[in-house]
């Protein structure tokens, strides 16, 4: 699964908002009435013999399903349906109770078959995590069995399970079952380590379209109109990866794919097939490159692409891979979506191998579903120009990771699922961009070849089946040696920053680097140094205490780049007295890539209270003097990492002073019209770090005369739109305020809703209350109003006013947000830090937590992140009153 957005820590939580989505439906379910079925046993008291404990959050060892034969009954048009399954199970051991996944479904008949003898099933009340036991009329095991079931469900809430959207005045259904939502389609053993077969036919309208994982075995008319599809049999499907997508769609021949030559097609609302064409030309190339990595045919009878117009992202269904209509479908003379979709579709592709072919056994390793997803198919879309600067992109998403791992309570690749509700938080930048790059650290250290080789054995050894990182780290140790499995298994366990201390002796009759690393994790280093032919490269791992002789140094080495071109997943904490200084390299001996390193790494020094103020102020001033985009771009990262521990007083200084530093960065061509995609991302550092009001009023005046220009467009840019909106709203006021928000509200197009009520948060403090008002009376689209809070809250000029429009509405806002919503506010307030603010949200906002997300999120994290920047601000006094001269 993909989940895309901006390089932006709200685009980050947006796009895997998904996972807690409200119910976008306010429609009454419809549940059809049920057919004549057996009818449920009542209970006997006799049934608690035999019983089997009652599991707390996975299901009991000893019984596991063997295949399922699901029936589905869809109409698109309708919020009900009706199914049947049949599971044949296998029991270890004797018992009358077996438990499955339920979610909000009703059981209207369980019945059971062992040694060709009926029998009764008792239903029972649903448990915690939506486990449903089963009581069944006698002893039964150890051996096979069959459990038949029929339900009925609803198709009402949003993206999860079955869900239903409208598009052209037509509607469509579809599922999605990762992580935990198969249970809310059918009763099933929702576990990933739980693959079998599965049989699946859908009776669906006769003038609509099923989709399902596998290729159509049949497709029956019925009299009453209906058809009935029935699919291939799919061989070792986990239940989250379970797909059907129902619906009056275009299909678009793609031809084939692939060694197999497997058919490929997109399905598309009609009218959309135009759309589809760089998705039918490119895919086969994808395809290809993937399958070159693994030199095997991609594991698939048939592939299809299916367009959905509101989704998080994409997902990896084996057979029906599913996206947001705007990632799949678009114009081909659009460089953004071209580089979008190469990315999504390479990353969902590269699934089909590494978390379909061979599954995580739990979700405490999806690490080693997403991680390689993102790994191979960013390494695939690079070829086939899916990125427009690779290094850039490649440190923007190192950023995230590190910017995760400095949180207040890191968590690791590899984590603990202690409740069910924690699986929410496992898609996040560590299981995606942090194991990414550890990989390539790992592939940089070991060589193309042989990461190749042992991820090639690691998918073969484990086809069909499920995986743990064990089982990774022996096909490492394989191609390499017992130290560098050791050193992925510390990376896998490790919660943090990995930090290395790095210290040059040269008192000897050769130079070496003495390296150190940091609590108990091996870290696989690779530096740079002056030397012959374009200079040295010294490559080691680095435990307690290694010593890395440098091949080729002439004498004490001048300079030393601690990362080599930045591609390893490490911060350089230098050790006290060490005369390494890095990077002091000439700028053009220092690639982009290792500029952007060198920021994080003088971020992250200040963060741990490494680095003293004057020092970092010293660098932060050296960088920003440049002239050169990623240097500036590292600029910004340095002031990002002191950014939090200026006062509110002395914030007007601060971002004064900032503002001089950068001003040649400021102007309107600058902010209005950059030119490489390094000084898009550096204006948008600039502009979260540097309010409006610092900027020159020629430039607001051009953001002002650029806004008027997009509004009154039928069609606006919303890119250039939420620009000029950031700029030109601080000095609108009240007047400007209303007609945006007007125009929000008569918008017909819920993109431009959406991205003109997120823009009232640009506004400013005062104009905080209007904002909160909007989220507590809902006058728009609740996620986009809550975006807008967000902002507010992330800029620390606007963050004070923000919570006191937002503390007295606290009771409305509870009575008002769902769990979704609640978690975005939640999330939003991550960046205060007042000690006052934080006992408030200890004394009344944990216990609303808790009882309306039902344990899903806890403050924990919130307020020991609060605590961390509270102390560090303390500690780093008036940053201020070490400030250079505001002069240039």
Known sequence: MRALG???????????????????????????????????????????????????????????????????????????????????????A????????????????????????????????????????????????????????????????????????????????????????????????????????????????????????????????????????????????????????????????????????IPFRVAVARGARTRAAFAVTTTAKLVAALEDYFDQPIPLAKLDFVAVPELFGAMEHPGLVTFESTILLGEGDDAEY??????????????????NLVTPAWWDELWLSESFATFLGDKVAADLGGFDDAPLRTQLDREDALAADAEARPRALRRAIADGDDLDETFDAIAYEKGAAVLAMFE?????????????????????????????VAAVTQVSSPAMGQALASYVEHTGTPIVELALDCSGPAAKLVAHARAGVQIPICVRYPGPSGGGRACGLAADRTELALPGATGCPAWIVGNDDGRGYYQIGTAPGSAVELPTAPLASITPAERLAHGDDLAGAIARGELAMPAALAALTALASSADPYVQLAATRVASALDPLVTDAARPRWTAWLAARFAPRLGAS???????????????????????????????????????????????????????????????????????????????????????????????????????????????????????????????????????????????????????????????????????????????????????????????????????????????????????????
């Open 444 to 472: 940089r250290h070991l060589g193309e070849g042989a990461l190749r080789s042992a991820l090639r054995a690691y998918v073969t050894a484990h086809a069909g089946g499920s995986v743990t990182t064990g089982d990774l």
């Open 94 to 261: 004797p018992t009358r109770k077996l438990w499955l996944h339920a979610g909000d479904l009703t059981i209207t008949a369980a019945t059971f078959r062992e040694h060709d003898r009926d029998g009764a099933i008792v239903a029972g009340d649903k448990h915690p995590h939506e486990l449903l036991p089963l009581e069944l009329d006698r002893v039964v095991g150890p051996g096979e069995l069959e459990v038949h079931l029929a339900y009925t469900g609803n198709a009402v809430r949003d993206q999860e399970g079955l869900f239903r959207q409208r598009q052209g005045g037509q509607w469509f259904l579809f599922s999605q079952a990762e992580a935990a939502f198969a249970r809310q389609i059918v009763p099933c053993f929702d576990e990933p380590r739980f693959k079998v077969p599965w049989r699946v036919t859908l009776t669906v309208p006769g003038d609509q379209i099923a989709l399902g994982n596998a290729p159509v075995a049949q497709d029956t008319k019925l009299p009453d109109g209906r058809h009935e599809v029935r699919f291939d049999e799919i061989a070792a499907l986990p239940s989250y990866l379970l797909a059907v997508a129902v619906g009056p769609f275009e299909i678009v021949d793609g031809g084939t794919v692939g060694r197999a030559k």
């Open 670 to 888: 600058a902010l209005l019209a950059p030119g490489k995609p390094v000084e898009h991302v550096l204006r948008d550092a600039l502009l979260a770090l540097i309010p409006a009001e610092q900027l020159p009023p020629a430039t607001i005046r051009r953001a002002r005369a650029a806004l008027e220009r997009v509004l009154a467009s039928r069609d606006p840019d919303l890119g250039a739109l939420s620009l000029a909106l950031s700029l030109a709203a601080p000095s609108g006021g009240p007047a400007l305020f209303t007609r945006v928000l007007a125009r929000a509200t008569k918008a017909t197009d819920p993109a431009l809703a959406a991205a003109l009520v997120e823009g009232l948060g640009g506004f400013g403090p005062a104009l905080a209350d209007r904002v909160v008002a909007v989220v507590v009376d809902r006058t728009a689209e609740p996620a986009a109003a809550l975006a807008a809070l967000a902002t507010l809250f992330a800029r620390a000029g606007t963050r004070a006013a923000a919570w006191q429009a937002v503390h007295p509405q606290l009771g409305a806002l509870f009575k008002r947000l769902g769990p979704p919503e609640l978690l975005t506010l939640l999330q939003a307030l991550e960046g205060v830090c007042d000690a006052a603010i934080r006992d408030t949200l200890a004394a009344e906002l944990a216990p609303h937590v808790t009882e309306i997300l039902d344990g899903r999120v806890s403050v924990d994290r919130l307020l020991a992140g609060i605590d961390r920047c509270v102390a560090r601000r303390a500690a780093a006094g008036d940053l201020t009153s070490g400030l250079p001269s505001l002069r240039r």
């Open 6 to 92: 901006s390089l932006s820590w709200l685009s980050w939580l947006i796009s895997l908002s998904w996972l807690v989505a409200a119910c976008s439906s306010h429609e009454a379910a419809h549940t059809p009435p049920p057919r004549q079925m057996p009818v449920v046993a009542v209970r006997d008291a006799a049934i608690d013999a035999a019983m089997v404990p009652d599991p707390t959050l996975r299901l009991p060892d000893g019984v596991a399903p063997l295949g399922y034969a699901l029936r589905l009954e869809l109409d698109p048009a309708q919020p009900g349906f009706r199914g049947e399954v049949d599971i044949r199970i296998r029991v270890a």
């Open 338 to 355: 071209r580089q979008r979709y190469l990315r999504v579709a390479a990353h969902e592709l590269a699934h089909q191998w590494t978390g």
